[in-house]
């Protein structure tokens, strides 16, 4: 059988049809089975941040790969806890909790925010307030937490407790509140939604409500934190600090892990027995990360994706000023969202840039997605955008 025949028959089709495969990556190229060389500008959905085969991190994984790949969490994990104190160190004072995937941060943050409220408060005090087009995952919990209903609505009944406010509108949450409101979970900038920031304003001011009425406040920085914004977190740069901070996707840059720091309030919520995952940081994961973070600070890659953003915001207003079904360019760092007009579609767009062996995504209701791995070079964006230009050129027609 080939591989669409195995695909078919063996993989439930929990995607549309895929017809694409690669052999091998390097850089932030990869590579078919025929040697075509495509530009990858998703990066596994927001993961490679390294690109591919990165030499350094490469040594480093495979020295560990060799020594020892897993124990379990009954045993202490040396560079588990080296990642822990990093990460601490590149945010704030707590502890950290160490997970599979971004869903998983995601129930274990809301697990934590439950706990300290019924043992603080009532019995009663569980309701959680999340947002209108946010994106949090697809496990239960998760999904409960998720504002579209499209994804919601085959698998209810979900979680109870769960309202949803207009993200950027703080009348809409304030209206929510009430003595057993327990937590609010934000995108600090929408990811599936369709790549929209939140207004610092809006941060700022939900922090202080949270503040006030001892409410938890999750950042989910999945897709929109760990070094893409220009800085390590998002809530960096909107100068607001939530109780939780929860990562996952480039932070093992390509290895499952990721992470719930909890600062000094909730750090000790969860006692023994209340939660744990097999592989959650195991060796090989956590050395990933940790060698991640260390090349993207021996190469002051924060520094390189802050450039980068500025010449990708250039290019891509100067394609927005050409082309009208160019309605809004919308971006943080290296995260970035193209909204089209409606007589456009963003799938068929995608479709039409993979023919120019360029490979990017989609978000929102009618949005191309760019998260290109933190390497990308000037003369990549350059050729990234010269193949853009003659794909929009052809819509024009
Ligand atoms: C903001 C956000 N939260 C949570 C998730 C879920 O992460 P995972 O797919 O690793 O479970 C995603 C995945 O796209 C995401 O973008």
Same mark, same amino acid.
């Given at each position: 059988?080939?591989?669409?025949?195995?695909?078919?028959?063996?993989?439930?089709?929990?995607?549309?049809?895929?017809?694409?495969?690669?052999?091998?990556?390097?850089?932030?190229?990869?590579?078919?089975?025929?040697?075509?060389?495509? $530009?990858?500008?998703?990066?596994?959905?927001?993961?490679?941040?390294?690109?591919?085969?990165?030499?350094?991190?490469?040594?480093?994984?495979?020295?560990?790969?060799?020594?020892?790949?897993?124990?379990?969490?009954?045993?202490?994990?040396?560079?588990?806890?080296?990642?822990?104190?990093?990460?601490?160190?590149?945010?704030?004072?707590?502890?950290?909790?160490?997970?599979?995937?971004?869903?998983?941060?995601?129930?274990?943050?809301?697990?934590?925010?439950?706990?300290?409220?019924?043992?603080?408060?009532?019995?009663?005090?569980? !309701?959680?307030?999340?947002?209108?087009?946010?994106?949090?995952?697809?496990?239960?919990?998760? $999904?409960?937490?998720?504002?579209?209903?499209?994804?919601?609505?085959?698998?209810?009944?979900?979680?109870?407790?769960?309202? &949803?406010?207009?993200?950027?509108?703080?009348?809409?949450?304030?209206?929510?509140?009430? !003595?057993?409101?327990?937590?609010?979970?934000?995108?600090?900038?929408?990811?599936?939604?369709?790549?929209?920031?939140?207004? +610092?304003?809006?941060?700022?001011?939900?922090?202080?409500?949270?503040?006030?009425?001892?409410?938890?406040?999750?950042?989910?920085?999945?897709?929109?934190?760990?070094?893409?914004?220009?800085?390590?977190?998002?809530?960096?740069?909107?100068?607001?600090?939530? %109780?939780?901070?929860?990562?996952?996707?480039?932070?093992?840059?390509?290895?499952?892990?990721?992470?719930?720091?909890?600062?000094?309030?909730?750090? %000790?919520?969860?006692?023994?027995?209340?939660?744990?995952?097999?592989?959650?940081?195991?060796?090989?994961?956590?050395?990933?990360?940790?060698?991640?973070?260390?090349?993207?600070?021996?190469?002051?890659?924060?520094?390189?994706?802050?450039?980068?953003?500025? $010449? &990708?915001?250039?290019?891509?207003?100067?394609?927005?000023? +050409?082309?009208? &079904?160019?309605?809004?360019?919308?971006?943080?760092?290296?995260?970035?969202?193209?909204?089209?007009?409606?007589?456009?579609?963003?799938?068929?767009?995608?479709?039409?840039?993979?023919?120019?062996?360029?490979?990017?995504?989609?978000?929102?209701?009618?949005? $191309?997605?760019?998260?290109?791995?933190?390497?990308?070079?000037?003369?990549?964006?350059?050729?990234?955008?010269?193949?853009?230009?003659?794909?929009? !050129?052809?819509?024009?027609?």
């Amino acid at each position: 059988m080939n591989q669409l025949e195995l695909s078919d028959k063996y993989l439930m089709q929990t995607y549309p049809r895929r017809t694409l495969w690669f052999t091998h990556g390097k850089g932030i190229y990869l590579y078919d089975c025929q040697g075509n060389e495509y $530009l990858d500008c998703i990066s596994g959905i927001g993961v490679n941040v390294l690109g591919h085969s990165h030499p350094e991190w490469c040594g480093v994984v495979n020295e560990q790969l060799h020594r020892l790949v897993h124990t379990s969490n009954l045993y202490l994990i040396p560079p588990q806890l080296q990642l822990a104190r990093k990460l601490i160190e590149l945010t704030f004072p707590g502890k950290v909790f160490f997970t599979n995937s971004g869903t998983e941060s995601i129930e274990g943050a809301l697990k934590i925010a439950r706990k300290y409220s019924r043992l603080k408060y009532n019995s009663k005090r569980w !309701e959680i307030i999340s947002f209108d087009n946010s994106f949090h995952g697809r496990t239960l919990g998760s $999904l409960s937490v998720t504002g579209r209903e499209k994804y919601r609505n085959p698998f209810n009944p979900l979680i109870p407790g769960v309202n &949803f406010a207009r993200f950027n509108d703080i009348q809409s949450v304030t209206s929510l509140i009430n !003595e057993n409101t327990c937590a609010i979970i934000v995108e600090p900038v929408q990811g599936e939604g369709g790549i929209i920031p939140a207004n +610092k304003s809006f941060l700022k001011e939900l922090s202080q409500i949270c503040e006030q009425n001892d409410i938890i406040l999750i950042f989910d920085e999945i897709q929109c934190g760990f070094g893409r914004p220009g800085s390590w977190y998002a809530c960096q740069d909107y100068e607001v600090i939530p %109780d939780i901070i929860l990562s996952a996707k480039g932070l093992g840059n390509g290895l499952p892990i990721g992470a719930i720091i909890a600062n000094e309030k909730v750090q %000790d919520v969860f006692q023994p027995g209340d939660h744990a995952h097999t592989f959650g940081g195991n060796p090989l994961s956590s050395t990933g990360s940790l060698a991640t973070i260390h090349i993207m600070e021996q190469y002051e890659i924060l520094q390189h994706i802050r450039e980068i953003a500025g $010449l &990708f915001r250039n290019e891509l207003e100067h394609l927005s000023k +050409k082309y009208s &079904f160019i309605k809004e360019v919308r971006s943080r760092g290296v995260m970035i969202g193209i909204e089209l007009t409606p007589d456009r579609s963003a799938a068929e767009v995608v479709a039409k840039v993979r023919e120019k062996n360029v490979l990017i995504g989609t978000c929102g209701e009618n949005s $191309l997605r760019l998260l290109p791995p933190f390497i990308i070079k000037k003369n990549e964006v350059e050729c990234l955008i010269s193949r853009l230009d003659a794909v929009f !050129e052809n819509l024009k027609k």
